[in-house]
């Protein structure tokens, strides 16, 4: 049978998003009202097209700009709305500061320190770029740290062949590598707000919905913990248990490490000027609360100090004018380079939302879920099963803009707090490991060829088994104590 050209596959998933929403208009399978079918129908089309990824799911995201007044969901003003969501600010920010990072090469110099400093053995190569990986992904996007990573993890591996003398397995020592920087950079993100787009999105969702306000570091705080114990995790799992490499230290790759940072040379004006930008957005976002409290002249929020961040990048000189390096920090110029089309995806994703809880569509899926549901640490465990297998083939960003309402109309229908499923939820969605699809990190190191799928669905499935575990023992027994709920 002949494979199916990219086309024909995109014009399929067209058609299927087509025929499920007409479906779902029409047979009305959940017997809801006109108005609410309409919804429902929009919804079907913009996952299916998410799910297939028909088109890019920037573009779907923009399909409540169309429908909603169309079909008379809602007015262009309300559907439109939701884009200028406060939470897309703090984003923006971050990808801006993010900008900054990786334009003045501060994020190598983190990378290779880190790397120099845990030494070069095998497994302590491997532990060296599971924590540069995890402590970059803090702050830059998952993609960016793992394209950043990747030659720095190539150039290892050429030199590491090059000078093998037999002691020890290449192979996996090469595999490890390159799984270390892909999970990491994904379990690195959750520690922070700006670690993660599924991080941002259920937070806007509290805020909007909930009315209540996680802060910097109160996610810090939450989630630091259990990122580290995921990082340490990954390197207890891949290095001692799947992939053992028992490769000793190497002269080579130590002087390709020093190498690496003599060729970075000492740090710029520009370097620690953005250094002194970086850390000072990270004191503000984490002491937010306590200047608050110490005056009464003005009131910061995580937005306000995103954005602020951003602009005092464009102000900032970089240090000696160029050509080619321009006078300041960043230039607009650089900011074609962000990932403009999360933005659009957040505000798609927010608008939906609210479209389906204002058709009543989310607390009928709560409470028509409720009756399924045992005890409510089972739900727990159920949520974060779904969520991680499900955010190998969905998109983890689509994936929490859709399931946060859900969760918390079933909390909210199961009296509990709504907290105790939407963090869980929230922080499996990033934990995909198995499927090259499941994050932009597995794509990109699955690429390289050093990776074969069965080996990657192998440490991937072992990995978010172990993800699922720390997750559910975290959100069960810790959560509620450390943010006073339950």
């Known amino acids: 049978m ?12 067209l058609l299927a998003g087509i025929i499920i929403s007409l479906a779902v208009y029409f047979i009305n399978p959940f017997g809801v009202d006109n108005s609410a079918a309409k919804v429902l129908a929009v919804a079907a089309l913009m996952i299916t097209w998410w799910v297939t990824e028909a088109l890019p799911m920037p573009v779907v995201a923009l399909l409540p700009l169309v429908f909603f007044p169309l079909l008379k969901i809602s007015s262009m003003k309300d559907a439109a709305a939701p884009f200028a969501n406060e939470v897309i600010f703090l984003f923006m920010g971050g990808f801006m500061l993010g ?12 990378a290779l320190t880190i790397i120099r400093l845990t030494g070069t053995s095998g497994d302590k190569i491997v532990l060296g770029f599971i924590l540069a990986s995890g402590l970059l992904s803090m ?15 190539l150039s290892v591996i050429h030199v590491m062949q090059e000078n093998h003398k037999g002691d020890g397995n290449m192979a996996n020592f090469s595999l490890t590598i390159l799984l270390a920087i892909a999970y990491a950079s994904n379990f690195g993100g959750i520690a922070t707000i700006v670690g993660t787009p599924p991080n941002f999105a259920y937070i806007g969702h509290v805020r909007e919905k909930l009315h209540y306000e996680i802060g910097f570091i109160d996610w810090m705080l939450l989630c630091m913990p259990i990122a580290i114990l995921l990082l340490f995790a990954l390197y207890w799992v891949s290095v001692k248990w799947l992939f053992p490499n028992k490769i000793k230290s190497d002269t080579a790759t130590r002087q390709l490490i020093r190498t690496e940072m003599d060729l970075l040379g000492p740090m710029s004006t520009a370097e620690k000027r953005v250094l002194v930008i970086f850390a000072g957005t990270a004191f503000l976002w984490i002491f937010r609360k306590l200047i608050n409290d110490a005056q009464s002249l003005f009131v910061l929020d995580d937005t306000i100090i995103a954005v602020l961040c951003a602009v005092t990048l464009f102000i900032c000189p970089a240090g000696k004018p160029s050509k080619e390096e321009g006078t300041a920090l960043l230039e607009w110029s650089d900011t074609s380079k962000m990932a403009w089309g999360i933005l659009l995806l957040f505000g798609g994703g927010i608008s939906l939302a609210g479209a389906l809880e204002r058709a009543g569509l989310i607390q009928q899926l709560g409470g028509w879920l409720a009756q399924f549901s045992g005890n409510g640490f089972m739900l727990v465990v159920v949520i974060t099963v779904v969520t991680i297998f499900l955010s190998e083939v969905m998109s983890n960003v689509a994936q929490v803009i859709v399931f946060a309402p859900v969760v918390t109309s079933l909390a909210i229908a199961l009296n509990m707090n709504p907290l105790l499923l939407g963090i869980p939820m929230t922080l ?17 190191v699955f690429a390289s ?6 080996q990657m669905t192998k440490a991937g499935f072992m990995m978010n088994i172990v993800s699922i575990i720390l997750i559910v023992l975290f959100s069960w027994f810790l959560l509620p104590l450390l943010m006073k709920i339950g």
């Open 2 to 13: 002949a494979k199916l050209s990219k086309q024909q596959v995109s014009v399929i998933s």
């Open 99 to 110: 900008l900054a990072i990786e334009k003045w090469n501060l994020h190598r110099r983190i």
């Open 139 to 153: 702050w830059l996007s998952n993609t960016a740290t793992t394209m950043m990573m990747f030659p720095i993890a």
């Open 428 to 444: 499996a969605a990033s934990c995909a490991s198995m499927l090259p699809m499941g994050t932009p990190p597995n794509a990109i």
């Open 449 to 454: 060829g050093h990776i074969k799928l069965k």
